[in-house]
């Protein structure tokens, strides 16, 4: 099985509190997420969650072609404003590992995400990685990057 990574990195202008209490809340993920994946958290009771390890969150998502799948997610690691890991427990990847790192900065946080991730399906999966998945995900980062910093604010 091949596993791809990518890293993207984000700097916000606002205090560690604020960051942490803003990517640590699983509802917000839906507002980061680009409304053409129609992205909706379905597990019950998320309005005052946090991030604990073992916290599993569902998902409805669009990832390709309008088609609605369902993800299930559990954040498996959390370090109190360090980071925390979501892992895919079912969903459309053959393997997924997510790290979100936050750490204090001049002016803000820097905001570090590392993603692991495998499509599975052997040369197939790696020909639509190629062909389309990276690109989706890069787009979906894209996004993201930029809702943050209409949410936060740039620097």
């Known amino acids: ?10 700097h916000i202008p606002v205090d560690l509190d604020t960051a942490w209490d803003f990517f640590s809340s699983p509802l ?3 507002e980061i997420t680009p409304t053409d994946m129609t992205f909706d958290v379905t597990s019950p009771n998320m309005e005052h969650a946090k991030m604990y390890p073992g916290l599993i969150i569902t998902y409805k998502v669009s990832p ?6 369902d993800w299930v997610t559990e954040i498996t690691h959390v ?15 053959a393997f997924w590992h997510h790290q979100h790192h936050f750490q204090k900065t ?3 946080v820097s905001m570090n995400d590392i993603l692991h991730y495998s499509i599975g399906w052997g040369p197939i999966g790696t020909v639509a990685n190629g062909v389309m998945v990276k690109k989706k ?11 943050v910093e209409e949410l936060l604010g740039k620097m």
């Not at 370090?79 to 979501?86: L, R």
Request: no cysteine; aromatic share 20%; glycine share 8%.
């Open 1 to 10: 099985m091949k596993i791809y990574r990518l890293e993207f990195t984000q």
């Open 28 to 30: 917000n993920l839906a």
């Open 64 to 69: 390709l072609f309008g088609v609605k799948l």
């Open 79 to 93: 370090k109190d404003k360090e980071y925390f890991v979501d892992e895919q427990r079912f969903g459309p990847f």
């Open 106 to 108: 001049e002016g803000g």
């Open 137 to 147: 995900i890069n787009e979906i980062f894209n996004f993201r990057y930029k809702k």
